[in-house]
C-alpha cells in the first residue's frame, strides 16, 4: 500500500526557534492536511491545502504557522518561533479527492513527527 | 459543529475474549464515521468508516462497527482478540459537508495472553 513519509521522525528544538517539518504525500494526491497530537489529548485538525492554497485552517494554526508545497512532491509545515506548548506528534496527511467530494476516498497518514520544544 | 467521545482510555482485555471499544458523538449534520488505529511508531491506520447505508460497517482485521443514530454511538467490536490488536483506537467523525476529522481521545487496548 502506498505510504505517506514524514522526516524527522524527532526532532528537538529550542524555544523561539523555527522548525520545518517534511511530508512526503502520495504521488496522486491533491489534498493535504497536517493534524497534531499533544500527549494525552486529542488528535487535533491543523489546516488542510489544496491547489496550491490553504483550504480550511483551524483556531490553533495562527501565523506562528505556515505550510508550503515547494516543489510538487514535498509538503510542509513551519513554525516560525517555536513555543513550549507546541511540542507534540505532528501528522500529515494525504487523499487523492477531498472528503468533500468523495465518501470512498481513504484519508492516508503518515508515521509522525515527535516535535519537542525544550 | 462535531465532537467525539471516546470512554476510557485504555481497555484490557485477555487474548481471544470479546473486544468493545465505545465511541459516541455529536454532530449537527448527519456524520460520517471512523475508526482509526495506530500501532506503536506507525501512523493511523483506517480500520472503517460509516458514510451512507448499512449501518454495521465490516472493517480489516475483523473489527466490525454499528451506527446507531438514536444512541448517537459508534462503538467498535472484534469476537475475539489478537495479541496484535494491542494498539491505540480511534474514533473520528466528519459532515458530508466538511473535510476535515475531529478525533477523539483514543483508546488503548491491551491484549493480555
Known amino acids: 500500500e502506498p505510504e505517506v513519509t514524514q522526516t524527522p521522525s524527532h526532532q528537538v528544538t529550542q524555544m523561539g526557534q523555527e522548525v520545518i517539518l517534511r511530508c512526503v504525500p502520495i504521488?496522486?494526491?491533491?489534498?493535504f492536511y497536517w493534524y497534531r497530537q499533544i500527549l494525552g489529548q486529542k488528535v487535533e485538525f491543523l489546516v488542510s491545502f489544496y491547489n496550491n492554497e490553504i483550504s480550511e485552517k483551524s483556531e490553533i494554526f495562527d501565523d506562528q504557522f505556515s505550510v508550503e508545497r515547494p516543489d510538487g512532491s514535498n509538503f510542509t509545515l513551519k513554525i516560525r518561533s517555536t513555543k513550549l506548548e507546541d511540542s507534540a506528534m505532528y501528522f500529515c496527511?494525504?487523499?487523492?479527492?477531498?472528503?468533500?467530494?468523495?465518501?470512498?476516498?481513504?484519508?492516508?497518514f503518515g508515521s509522525g513527527t515527535q516535535l519537542s520544544v525544550l | 459543529a462535531q465532537s467525539v467521545t471516546q470512554l476510557g482510555s485504555h481497555v484490557s482485555v485477555s487474548e481471544g475474549a470479546l473486544v468493545l471499544l465505545r465511541c459516541n458523538y455529536s454532530s449537527s449534520v448527519p456524520p460520517y464515521l471512523f475508526w482509526y488505529v495506530q500501532y506503536p511508531n506507525q501512523g493511523l491506520q483506517l480500520l472503517l468508516k460509516?458514510?451512507?447505508?448499512?449501518?454495521l460497517v465490516k472493517g480489516i482485521n475483523g473489527f466490525e462497527a454499528e451506527f446507531k443514530k438514536s444512541e448517537t454511538s459508534f462503538h467498535l467490536t472484534k469476537p475475539s482478540a489478537h495479541m496484535s490488536d494491542a494498539a491505540e483506537y480511534f474514533c473520528a467523525v466528519t459532515g458530508s459537508g466538511y473535510s476535515t476529522l475531529t478525533f477523539g481521545k483514543g483508546t488503548m487496548l491491551l491484549v493480555s495472553p
Open positions: 460509516y458514510t451512507t447505508g448499512a449501518t
Open positions: 504521488s496522486n494526491h491533491l489534498y
Open positions: 496527511a494525504s487523499m487523492r479527492q477531498g472528503l468533500k467530494v468523495a465518501t470512498n476516498e481513504k484519508l492516508f
